[in-house]
């Protein structure tokens, strides 16, 4: 897919891979709307970018009507859509099952699958126009194929977009839409924050070097012009990816004791 010229939707836009993203996209001469849960950093976001072809929007992607009202506001500052990247996400408290509550659980699922849901469903008709080539993009995680203790719920909002997206790229498959999965590993963004989670980690113990928020988006960007239908993203995917299908229990037991579980 040729990107230049193309009107992009970004959710999660403020910060992180969605920042980065806001950021190349522009650069490659795209008109980008760009959402986020944070007035005070999409502030920052246009202020630093100072780009005509940047508009930012607020809006919570945990909420339906939220994302109504942007489909609205939307259209009346773009006649189309046709790259729609949906990349904002929220982790869960490192816990067990059983110590979460109803509230956490329903907005974990909430932001990570029924937003990108929504979405796109308010879009499609957009999206299947007869026209040129467009593009649906969902962010998952290494999370949504590979189970971590201690973000089941997490995992499962992931796995639910992992196979929402190849349904979608099955039903899409003979229309101009194309449709991406990206499962990236650990990333070097401020996820922990936005999801007001506090983590006590030993950075010097990790097995993997982290992904660059640029580096990702980048490979995203790629993944688009090279028309990918799944993209793994870091070292750590890429290898969890393969341990698992290897032995999935063997796997397991393995991240187990990386995280100091079940001691």
Do not use: H, W
């Not at 859509?81 to 869960?92: F, K, L, R």
């Not at 991406?180 to 922990?192: C, D």
């Not at 490979?219 to 890429?238: A, P, R, T, V, Y």
Request: with cysteine; aromatic share 8%.
């Amino acid at each position: 897919m040729k990107i230049k010229g193309k009107n992009v939707i970004i959710t999660g836009g403020a910060s992180g891979v969605g920042k980065e993203l806001t950021k190349q996209m522009l650069k490659l001469g795209c008109n980008v709307a760009s959402i986020d849960i944070n007035a005070e950093n999409l502030e920052k976001l246009k202020e630093e970018l100072n780009s005509k072809r940047l508009r930012t929007y607020v809006v919570d992607m945990g909420n339906v009507e939220s994302i109504k009202e942007f489909r609205e506001n939307y259209k009346k500052d773009y006649s189309d859509v046709d790259i729609i990247i949906n990349n904002a996400g929220i982790i869960q408290p490192f816990v067990k099952v059983e110590e979460l509550d109803d509230k956490t659980i329903n907005k974990v699922m909430n932001v990570n699958f029924f937003g990108p849901v929504n979405l796109i469903r308010f879009f499609m008709e957009d999206l299947t126009k007869d026209r040129s080539e467009q593009y649906i993009v969902n962010v998952a995680s290494m999370g949504g194929f590979f189970p971590f203790p201690g973000q089941t719920i997490y995992g499962a909002s992931k796995a639910a977009l992992k196979i929402f997206t190849e349904g979608l790229y099955a039903e899409l498959e003979k229309t101009n839409v194309r449709v991406m999965i990206v499962l990236p590993g650990a990333m070097n963004t401020n996820i922990t924050t936005n999801s007001n989670v506090n983590i006590d980690t030993d950075s010097s113990s990790a097995s993997f070097k982290m992904l660059e928020a640029d580096e990702a988006a980048a490979q995203i960007i790629k993944g688009i012009e090279k028309n990918k239908f799944k993209l793994f993203l870091g070292s750590d995917s890429k290898f969890l990816k393969f341990l698992y299908k290897l032995n999935s229990k063997a796997a397991i037991s393995f991240i187990n004791k990386k995280m100091n579980v079940n001691k």
